[in-house]
């Protein structure tokens, strides 16, 4: 049964003309409001993962639940179609139930919050964010174990709750949540961050009613969503052919022994929609890579990464989703089946950027960019300092962003929204722990006429004994060049034993015991090389050289000799370029440093770890 | 009789005011600036302005001084070729800086980051450790740094940073290494992150510290020039320049913490404008500086400008403390647009800027913008010279609007108006950033306008945000240059001190910041400011453990004694309520203290006006037609220069002065004050 929505007014919203000024003022308005949220809760949560890092998504929908500002898709029509109950006003809900919101949050450390919005006894909108938790319980600290086969096994999952009733806290019900997580005082503080969004959106757009009043207010999101529709009607008929073209990228492994698994999009056009295609995606996973993949978000994905190649001008919002079709096979690793585990969905997420990139792209090669949106590279460490305190960080890092139309990608960067590196100070200040090393790597970035941006090198120093785990991908495929660029380096991960010895560490492990004085060296990837290398202009190699960015030899990639003081030879350097250029095959859209089967024979001599073994599927529930 | 003088050097003008310190006399004058050496205006200035005055420039014992030279060298990218020394480990912090991209999902297929201010081919590292409590985990390695500096000396560096991980905890190592560097790289300034800003986040303190140096030696060059010329003139003087902070610091302290005087243009118009306030009566202000590509706007509490641990110039966000002026990218000069996709009306980022201008300056500007608008409205009559002699070009700026119109299928008039509409809500949204998400109602506020532009939008943003009456201070170039004669000396001294409340005790507190206020009392002492006349203060920049903000609390000095730690938190609590709805009952944390010097205000006032009645007859230039709300209305132009105290303008009226105008709309009214302010209320 769907949701009740409970209001005082029955009196539906009268459609009226909203002169263009108005709209525009009100779009501005929204639109502040949304960053309010931001800030509201960056300077109050306490994980860095929120405040330091900025892991959240905030959104502000109409009365029917679409998205009118914000960067995730809307999920509020599939909560309300599930959720069994009344919405009154006062109201304020949470979940971390990805399978109770149709994937609009896509694991369990997601805490998502939604604020009906009411104006004079009537919903006239909603509020909603969700940001990540360091830690919901479970097996593992930080709770996204690679090894779990249910998503039982990854802590607490909320289902969609209220925790405000008509205005009330539900204590007992938050102390139940609390209880069950390593770090209860952060999740109270991101919580209580969270709602204190949303109520500024709340606050905001009860300003904008007064202002407007809730017919021209309720006419003009309408008027906003259909402004975008228009918009991206145009650009999807300029810029997504009508013959079907097909990408495929994978995630290395799955923590287990097993992999690559293929992740496989096909898209075209009819008329004025696009249709993407996920026929051909692997089965979901025994393990937690899985990524329920909600098809609005995809349609977000999509909307938002051709305003950003064709039209940065365009404001994003929900109003064309009706111009996509997404269509995602049941039980694959995008549609997995209740119960199957999902914590470690982040390389997927990932990685679907990096398809999206290749599929649009592929038929538009001047809009195309290099593959490097392929992770976000996850550290934890836990364990009790010398105080005998309970310490646990949650870290993500960054790696290069790819070459690209527009330029270089930059060294180290993130390509996740507003997400900010934690400053080496403070974890030094607050964990046991001493950063020896912070620098991007030379010649990690793929060479290009445009160059990928280098990976990062952290080095952490144990003060304290404990245990680490690492989520990474990367590590056995290429982040892809594009037209003529080569790919970025891949990511390693070395653990240096204060003993002497050293290992190489999986791209994905759990509770790795780490002892006072070890050293990681934890390596990211770099983002892939856009268009020929043989014509970057020799005098940016050069100071790419004197900078340390790329190397002596790097430079060799680009056909550029330089004498021993780091000058370029003008002469030598279009000989050997001649020379490469007679060498080069045509060489494709994309160069991905291999074929499969080629960088499993050749994984253990590079890597030196074990190549995974071809993924089996059995085990998962039967349909429905 | 001894004199001191204030001195602001805008883009355009220099302005310049003249006081007498016993009778409060005064005499201001205007000269062109000059960019090429902007003491060359200063000079100038100061001979026509006591000419006026018929006084000996010997007179003249203190120059108070605004500069934006720190400022354009950041903007324009024209400071010096800056060395930095970090640890082994950190030599891409610049490089890498906090990974973040801006612009939402996707943003990064546009972005191209711009260069750091200190390059990496000029970045060397120094073998040496400080841990995160301060202790030596390793010796610096002074012969191998002794190579890396020689290489820089190589390379022409012209300023040189030393920022070293967890200096802000121990800063030996990083003054070691300016022995070194004084002796491998002698007469290039060296500056120490544990100095300009001993606080953590390396990639904060390294930024800020190399902004120090870049903009070093052109202030430096500047000030030693300008002091110099000064002495020779007025055979010695005391020269003080404006902070960002709106304090004022010695000419040696301003050339060695340039970076400090990033926002002095701006922080000088603020002074002003609580200056001239003050005469009206108000202490509590929204300032609103509008000029042709920007505006800026500031919270003002009683009498006293919101400060924020941060100065933002361009694209440059370093941790200096500034006052808390937030800048929308809307001025006179920004154009209107209508994107093809979307048939939205926009208005900027772009702006037509001085050259060519806005299509009614007839320089060869064809783009719509927003003095165009408010000519096609008769805001903008062909009376107006704006700043002298130039003519509006009334058939050219309705051409430009008229594109606009027609993309929206709108009439003209209602266009114009569009526009002026969407700007005033651009700058509303500013107002909104200092007021309402601060926690202050921006109904308790004046809200005082000046700049080129800002007595044009006055009243439509006092109408938006419910701020009253709407004050228009007379001759807005000089305003600034009475901020700059009336500001106080101010000097703080900071310190990290990160502890729990239950790790450390009101005692402890008590002595660091006893400590730290006598550092503040010396700077002020060398300036010849007596004990007695310093005022002292207590700032703590607090959080709940594990948060990243840092909220600041101003002390008391006797309140840490009655109230002691508990009392603080309290305050904390409810301030943290204020702003974000809820209190935590977690533990609390210091990170910063802060002791703050200031000398006592001054108490010049302004000369009043002759009186007149309430009839502004007299000054009535006259009727012109203008348009607002959807219709004509007939409105009448009065001359500023002829307006007496106690003179009432019905609206719709126009007032005109020579380098501003101001639009009193419909149902409101305008009043002359003693001083000569316009006060705008609804009618």
Avoid at chain 2, 365 to 387: K, S
Avoid at chain 2, 486 to 503: A, C, D, K, Y
């Amino acid at each position: 049964m769907p949701a009740r929505i409970v209001q005082r007014n029955q009196a539906p919203f009268e459609n009226v003309e909203v002169d263009p000024i108005t709209l525009d003022i009100i779009e501005n308005a929204l639109r502040n409001a949304r960053f309010e949220m931001d800030a509201v809760l960056f300077r109050t949560a306490m994980s860095p993962g929120i405040r330091e890092q900025h892991d959240e998504f905030p959104m502000i929908a109409n009365a029917d639940g679409k998205m009118v500002v914000g960067q995730f898709g809307s999920f509020i029509h599939g909560f309300m179609s599930a959720y069994n109950g009344d919405v009154e006003e006062g109201d304020i809900f949470l979940t971390s139930d990805p399978y109770s919101c149709q994937g609009a949050i896509s694991h369990a450390n997601d805490w998502l919050v939604l604020l009906p919005i009411y104006f004079e006894g009537r919903l006239a909108s909603y509020g909603a964010m969700f940001g990540h938790m360091t830690d919901v319980g479970g097996k593992v600290p930080g709770s996204l174990p690679t090894d779990a086969r249910q998503i039982h096994e990854e802590g607490i999952v909320i289902p969609p709750v209220k925790i405000y009733r008509r205005g009330e806290l539900q204590e007992d019900l938050l102390e139940l949540i609390l209880h069950n997580c390593r770090l209860p005082h952060w999740n109270r503080s991101d919580l209580n961050a969270i709602v204190a969004a949303c109520r500024t959106a709340e606050r905001r757009v009860l300003e904008i009613i007064g202002r407007f009043g809730p017919d021209t207010y309720n006419s003009a999101l309408e008027e906003l969503l259909e402004r975008n529709r228009r918009a991206m009607q145009e650009l999807i008929r300029k810029t997504i052919p009508e013959q079907p073209q097909t990408f495929e990228d994978y995630i290395c492994d799955d923590g287990m022994g097993m992999g690559p698994y293929k992740i496989r999009c096909s898209m075209w056009r009819e008329g004025d929609r696009v249709i993407f295609d996920f026929d051909g995606t692997d089965p979901q996973s025994v393990g937690s890579i899985n990524f329920l993949l909600n098809e609005e978000m995809f349609k977000m994905f999509c909307g938002v990464f051709m305003i950003m190649v064709f039209d940065p001008q365009i404001l994003f919002n929900d109003g064309f989703y009706e111009l996509m079709d997404v269509r995602i096979p049941e039980g694959s690793l995008l549609k997995p089946r209740k119960p199957a585990a999902l914590s470690c969905r982040t390389h997927a997420l990932g990685r679907i950027f990096d398809v999206i990139g290749g599929l649009i792209g592929m038929g538009n090669p001047e809009m195309l960019c290099a593959a490097g949106f392929s992770d976000s590279p996850h550290f934890m460490y836990s364990g009790y300092d010398d105080n005998g305190e309970w310490f646990q960080l949650y870290q993500i890092s960054f790696g290069g962003v790819p070459g690209k139309p527009s330029g270089d990608g930059p060294d180290g960067h993130s390509l996740w929204p507003s997400f900010t590196n934690v400053p080496n100070e403070f974890l030094e200040s607050y964990f046991p722990l001493r950063i020896e090393v912070y620098e991007t790597i030379p010649d990690s970035g793929g060479a290009g006429n445009h160059r990928g941006g280098n990976a990062l090198r952290q080095g952490y120093r144990f003060l304290a004994d404990g245990e680490i785990s690492i989520h990474d991908d990367r590590w056995l495929t290429y982040p892809w060049g594009v037209n003529g660029g080569l790919p970025g380096a891949r990511s390693t991960k070395l653990l240096q034993r204060s003993d002497g010895t050293s290992e190489v560490l999986p791209s994905k492990c759990d509770r790795v015991v780490v002892r006072k004085g070890d050293l990681l060296y934890f390596n990211t990837w770099g983002g892939g090389g856009w268009g020929d290398p043989l014509k970057r202009d020799p005098e940016s190699v050069r100071r790419d050289v004197e900078r340390g960015l790329v190397s002596r030899e790097g430079a060799k990639r680009y056909g550029v000799a330089l004498d021993s003081n780091n000058q370029v030879k003008a002469e030598a350097t279009q000989k050997l370029r001649k020379k490469m250029a007679r060498r080069q095959d045509g060489g494709g859209l994309f160069n991905r440093g291999g074929e499969i089967a080629e960088l499993v024979a050749r994984c253990r001599e590079e890597t030196g770890l074990t190549p995974p073994a071809p993924p089996s599927f059995g085990g998962g529930p039967a349909t429905g | 009789m001894s004199f001191r003088l204030g001195v602001d050097v805008g883009g355009t003008f220099t302005d310049l005011l003249l006081i007498d310190e016993q009778s409060g006399n005064h005499w201001s004058a205007k000269v062109p600036s000059t960019p090429s050496d902007p003491s060359l205006g200063v000079l100038q200035g100061v001979r026509r302005v006591c000419e006026l005055a018929n006084v000996e420039p010997g007179q003249i014992h203190h120059v108070m001084h605004g500069t934006t030279v720190a400022t354009n060298a950041v903007l324009t990218r024209s400071g010096a070729r800056v060395g930095l020394v970090t640890t082994r480990g950190y030599r891409q912090v610049l490089q890498i800086a906090r990974s973040f991209v801006p612009g939402g999902l996707g943003g990064w297929v546009i972005y191209n980051k711009s260069e750091p201010l200190a390059p990496l081919e000029l970045t060397v590292e120094a073998d040496e450790r400080v841990g995160g409590d301060g202790s030596i985990v390793a010796p610096l390695d002074e012969a191998r740094l002794r190579d890396a500096l020689r290489g820089l000396s190589d390379s022409g560096v012209e300023a040189l940073t030393v920022s070293l991980v967890n200096a802000y905890a121990n800063g030996s190592h990083e003054q070691r290494i300016r022995e070194l560097a004084a002796e491998e790289l002698p007469n290039v300034p060296i500056s120490l992150s544990s100095e300009v800003l001993p606080e953590m986040q390396e990639y904060e303190r390294t930024l800020t510290t190399v902004a120090n140096s870049y903009v070093r030696p052109v202030v430096e060059r500047y000030l030693g020039n300008l002091q110099a010329e000064l002495s020779q003139q007025t055979r010695g003087v005391t020269l003080h320049i404006l902070r960002s902070d709106g304090g004022l610091a010695s000419a040696e302290t301003a050339a060695r913490y340039p970076v400090n005087l990033l926002m002095s243009g701006p922080a000088g118009g603020v002074a002003g404008a609580i200056w001239g306030a003050k005469q009206a009566g108000f202490e509590d202000l929204l300032t609103f500086d509008m000029g042709g590509t920007s505006t800026d706007v500031c919270l003002v509490k009683d009498a006293r400008a919101q400060l924020r641990r941060e100065t933002t110039v361009g694209d440059l966000t370093v941790r200096a403390s500034s006052v808390d002026v937030r800048t929308a990218g809307a001025g006179g000069g920004s154009i209107a647009h209508v994107p093809e996709l979307t048939r939205a009306l926009r208005v900027g980022p772009e702006s037509a800027g001085a050259d060519p201008g806005p299509a009614a300056y007839n320089r060869g500007g064809e783009a719509p913008t927003v003095t165009d608008a408010h000519v096609v409205l008769g805001n903008l009559p062909e009376l107006a010279r704006l700043g002298g002699d130039m003519q509006l070009d009334r058939a050219a700026a309705e051409r430009a609007v008229q594109t606009v119109a027609d993309a929206l299928g709108l009439p003209l008039m209602r266009a114009a108006e569009g526009i002026i509409e969407i700007v005033n809500e651009n700058m509303c949204g500013a107002l909104r950033l200092v007021s309402v998400e601060q926690g202050y109602d921006p109904r308790d506020f004046a809200l005082v306008a000046f700049g080129g532009a800002g007595p044009l939008h006055a009243n439509a943003l006092g109408r938006l945000v419910h701020a009253w009456p709407v004050i228009v201070p007379p001759g807005p170039g000089v305003l600034c240059a009475y901020g700059d004669a009336t500001t106080r000396l101010r000097n703080e001294v900071s310190r990290s001190f990160i502890r729990r409340f239950s790790e450390t005790s009101r005692d402890e507190v008590a002595n660091v910041f006893e400590e730290l206020t006598a550092g503040a009392a010396q700077a002020l002492d060398a300036e010849g400011v007596p004990r007695g006349e310093q005022v002292p203060s207590f700032q703590m920049d607090l959080r709940y453990r594990g948060q990243g903000l840092l909220l600041t609390l101003d002390v008391e000095p006797g309140e840490l004694a009655e109230g002691g730690l508990e009392g603080v938190g309290r305050r904390f609590d409810e301030l943290h309520r204020q702003l974000f709805t809820f209190a935590l009952d977690a533990d609390k944390e210091f990170v910063n203290l802060r002791a703050v010097a200031e000398s006592r205000p001054s108490s010049f006032f302004a000369p009043s006006i002759a009186e007149g009645g309430a009839d502004a007859a007299e000054a009535v230039l006259r009727p012109q037609s203008l348009f607002c709300e959807n219709r004509e209305h007939e409105a009448l132009i009065y001359d500023r220069a002829k307006l007496r105290a106690g003179n009432r303008i019905p609206g719709p009226a126009i007032v005109l002065e020579m380098d501003s105008t101001t639009l009193i709309l419909p149902g409101h009214k305008g009043e002359i004050d003693a001083f000569g302010n316009i006060l705008i209320n609804p009618a």
